[in-house]
């Protein structure tokens, strides 16, 4: 939906699509690569490792919020920036989302904390992209920038509600049935 937004909404031209759009899907890389880079530092450095992907992951998600508030100024410049603070976030996330089950869950359900955090991600791509269709035929895109600005804030929250606690390091790999106990 980005094109069709930039040159309905953002007013680009198919030249400017053509010589600027590669530029904010390039901000997924960098944010992957710096988000990975910056946790891996963190961890370095001493913090448990799930508490620097929630972090990351936190940063990601205000950087998205950020970038989707910006799409209200005018401007070429400030719609590649505010597109691209936006990919740069959503990399930034998914490195970190990737590691965040292997760093926090006994590993006989990593498998299945990762395949239903995929599942949920899926149902919401779908959902979300129905509504971004929905808005955009009809040129509504504020709506679908608002919830892309609050999509990450609410799925960070409970981050920092229910994962307080990784398996610690020392302990033994807990049985499918203790996990689930501990980790409803």
Sequence with gaps: WMPEYLVSAKHFSFVMLGRL??????GSD???????YVSSRMVTRGWPPHQSRKILMSIAALLIAV????QLATGVAMALFSFSLC????????CNLHALATD????????TVH??????????GIVFNSLVGYFGTRHQYGWALLMFALLLPAAVTPLWLWLDSPLPAES???KPAEAARRFP
């Design 30 to 36: 960098l944010g992957a690569i710096l988000g990975g």
């Design 87 to 94: 990919t740069i976030g959503v990399g930034m996330w998914a």
């Design 115 to 124: 395949g239903t955090a995929g599942s949920a991600g899926a149902v919401g």
């Design 104 to 111: 926090s869950f006994p590993g006989p359900i990593v498998a």
């Design 21 to 26: 759009g590669w530029i904010p899907p390039c």
């Design 172 to 174: 033994p790999e807990l």
């Design 67 to 70: 970038g989707a508030a910006l």
